[in-house]
């Protein structure tokens, strides 16, 4: 309810201020140009409305759903980690910001679904995520360095402000920064590490792989389309992997039997419809990509708490 309250405000702030850009800067590292900073506009904005607001009904459903004898505190410290760590990546200006909320969300990601720590699956569920987003946050962050290097410029608000900043970014640089998406939204052939997930309680799997950390790579893809979206690769791989991976969940989806299992799947389908309409760009596509976004989190929350109940 703060983060709510808290964002109500900014989004007044932002209103005031003709709905331009909003930035705060904390002074980091001066000395190597390191900066924590936030970018506030209607993207950011957004996002933190869909993180906060689900996060908010997920944890009244979790008071019902948990028993008192587990370990609350830590369930809930965990959940708030997490929900902090995603308002970061939303509102991250500075690109290693943006890599240090990323990295965060893996590790806070690891703690809730390995959270019944005695059983082997839920262990071996959150390994198996660890690994493969976090690895793709580090690819990621080798974009960012070749990137930051070949246009002289670490702010995403600067960069979007930037002409021609495509042509600048090699090859190399830009499928980094496309595996990052990828493994964290759980594109084909990264997609492997969603259905094991499952193994986390019931509002875990509706929060954060339904509505909203299987959804960073959304955020990202979103966030660089108007950076890198004239990039000769983005059409061919973008829309190559949401393909791809909306038929390939779509399939595996028939092979489940456990209804967790059957959700996951459909989510894979899903996100890869949404970074299929972000690869074909233009305002139709970005438009129905955002209404999607946001009808899939609620959706797919909603049926993750019905197979909970």
Do not use: C
């Not at 893996?106 to 198996?128: C, E, M, N």
């Amino acid at each position: 309810v703060g983060s709510l309250w808290a964002l109500i405000q900014l989004y007044g702030d932002w209103n005031a201020a003709g709905r331009k850009a909003i930035l705060h800067t904390i002074a980091w590292a001066p000395s190597a140009n390191l900066e924590v900073s936030f970018l506030v506009d209607g993207l950011s904005l957004m996002w933190g409305f869909l993180v906060a607001g689900i996060g908010f009904l997920i944890v009244l459903y979790s008071h019902w759903y948990l028993h008192e004898h587990e370990d609350m505190g830590r369930y809930y410290g965990w959940l708030i980690a997490f929900m902090g760590s995603m308002m970061g990546v939303v509102f991250a200006d500075h690109l290693i910001t943006l890599f240090i909320f990323w990295e965060l969300t893996s590790v806070t990601s690891f703690f809730l679904i390995g959270y019944w720590s005695d059983r082997p699956a839920a262990v071996y569920g959150s390994q198996k995520a660890l690994l493969i987003t976090g690895g793709g946050g580090l690819a990621m962050l080798a974009g960012f360095l070749l990137l930051g290097q070949a246009t002289g410029e670490w702010h995403l608000s600067r960069l979007i402000a930037m002409p021609g900043v495509a042509e600048k970014v090699s090859l190399a640089a830009f499928v980094l920064i496309i595996m990052g998406a990828a493994t964290k939204s759980a594109q084909w052939p990264f997609h492997i590490w969603l259905p094991n997930a499952m193994e986390a309680p019931t509002p875990i799997s509706a929060f954060l792989h339904s509505a909203t950390m299987v959804k960073a790579g959304i955020y990202l893809l979103s966030r660089f389309y108007p950076i890198l979206g004239d990039h000769p690769a983005w059409g061919y791989i973008v829309i190559g992997l949401g393909m791809t991976t909306m038929i390939a969940g779509g399939l595996l989806s028939l092979r489940a039997f456990d209804l967790k299992a059957i959700l996951a799947y459909g989510t894979i389908s899903q996100l890869g419809l949404l970074v299929t309409l972000l690869g074909f760009g233009g305002k139709e596509a970005i438009i129905g990509a955002t209404l999607h976004l946001y009808n899939h989190a609620a959706a797919k929350a909603a049926m993750f708490m019905v197979v909970g109940i």
